[in-house]
């Protein structure tokens, strides 16, 4: 497989519009007190109709991603339509009709089945929905829908995001080219199981609906599943994968679920580098261990330490905190000797078989944004990095700034 | 059982002598650059020598954790030797030689057996301690060793707390009162498995070996396990119960168990509300859970939110970011209907049935230190309780500040 463009946040990306197949439109609903675009919609214009999702695994879920599990449950979806502006959780009984009643709106507009219609929703908890507003908003939306609408559905989709997340990638065939791209938005609230997020992919290759769903849930696996800002997981995550099949290429599937994935790191990548307050992105390497799942516990319970990421923010490669943190993780789940633990933090090694090794100054943190933490088990041959961004004041004050 | 007295943070509370048969001191070695008390010394003049301890949980653990599991392991220590300064954890075979060393020292000084002192460390990982210093210390010490000496050992064993802690609770009994004493160090690292941080207990009474395993074990379980400031777990912790016999007055193992258990709890408290940067002590209780496991289990999930707990620093009672945690329990651990829970903070009840009911707005959580939210989750009858901290500039600025 050749990557013929990956664009990633390049100015007006195309997005979900960049495969053939796919209309969209970002507009202002009215939702958002900044009266920033707040409505996005995605339109599969075929011939397939194919699609497959994955939503947290959060037990306390949002009303959207009630309706929108059924929806996509017969592997078929023809339009998604998004709001940022409000997260329409704990919103009982009329929050669910809130929901209803915006893809019987999209399907009567569109003369879409309402049940081929997914719905997201992100904001706060706990605040009914302006409805008014989000139907009124559809209207707009529709007659603002363009092939080369997915940059501004990109932008109506941000909370508080400060760059729309766009990627894309164009793949040659024996049958000619086909393209999978792709949007999303989260700035907080990433956590593992799924990452938390709203995020539409869009692709003309000719995939059916069960090599959708195992090419979906490998690459959140990979992508979406390794990236842990705040260790918190939301109720409302929903990556959706929309199949058009307009270039009438049939991808094998392995290749299929390789530039999915690719387009889905991308997207996973510019999560972390917009995470809120964040001044480090720090990629947790585990290398050597026993199993793929030991890796990511230890790389996991490194990723989520608040010593160890307040310790980022200071540029103190503290690899003390590094191991305190490894210490924590069952032997059960992952078997290695302490006595034997190696820790490399931008190049240098600073700890080796348990102790200090090279001088901590000889890192130098404070020059870049991107910090490579690698940790040695010494216990298997198994490699898995998670993404994690550091512990800062404007965290601090992004989050604890009240909601109302 | 009646409580006599229970000073808690008095000023010069006696702490860990203030059972009878204890000597105690705390001076200055000069392990700390500030050139603060930093060595103390605990001495059971018996004529019990009973001893029972409780150890980091961390696979990652010092020198110091090495040694004085061995101590403890027959049931027999004379002497807890701690200092501030220095973790002496990452240090290799020459942390653990430094360890002996300081044991042999105490020992010589002391006329004890070396194997039957406690060694118990904090402060820096991953650095050597100075350890002529340490020696020339031991005899500082030990000529300043006093029956008032428990004040002067609860400030030598401080790091970043701003003051000393300690409890003490004398209880009446058919052959005379007894008394428990203890000190506590920490404030920051504080998580279940055990709560990071140093802390020795003292006791008059009569109480075999078994009886005060098994009592230690139960009272921290119910208290240090129970406080969670900032999730992450220490190598270090270690919570050492010294019994002198010196009261002659044998209580009730429950009554026992109970009485430690208030003076754990009096220590816990204070380390929750020393905790490093905080402007919120939080109590955590989760009622009508099935098993106090999953009663746990859901508390510690809120307990440990950065989002959560920056809301509570922003004096913002976002209680959708508590159902968020409360939906990230699995349901094999604790179940529960999303659609039944009810949540109230300070008093006023936030969210019925998984929506909104009172308004956030009647909450002013800027006037107390002390928050309570209570999360009911209609699924059984047992009440659990976890304290924590609020994330805040100061909790970032602390442990954001270069290490060496």
Redesign the interface.
Known sequence: MTIETLDGLAERSPGVTAAAGFRASGITAGLKSSGRPDLALVVNEGPSQVAAAVFTT????GAPVVWSRQAVADGVVSAVVLNSGG?N????PD?FLDVHRTAEKVGAVLELSPGDVVVCSTG????PLPIGKVLAGVDVAVSALSRTGGYDAAVAIMTTDTVPKTAHLTVPGDQGEWTVGGMAKGA??LAP?LATMLCVITTDAVIDVETAQAALRSAVSQTFDRIDS??????SDTVTLLVSGASRAVPDPAGFTAALTQVCAQLSRALIADAEGASHDIAVTVMNASTEAAGLAVARAVA????FK??M????P????V?????????SVAPYD?DQ?DVTINGVQV?K????YQP??DVDLAASREVHVLIDLHAGSEVVTVWTND???D???E??????
């Open positions: 959060n037990r306390v879920v997260a959780v704990c919103t009982g929050g706060l908890i706990g605040e907080g609230m199981g705040d260790g918190c997981m939301s109720t989520r330490s608040n010593l307040a310790a923010f200071g540029n103190d503290n690899w003390g905190r191991l305190a943190q490894v210490g924590t993780v069952p032997e302490p633990l700890c078989s348990g102790g200090a901590r100054t512990l800062t004041h965290y601090v004050l989050n604890s700034a009240y909601s109302t």
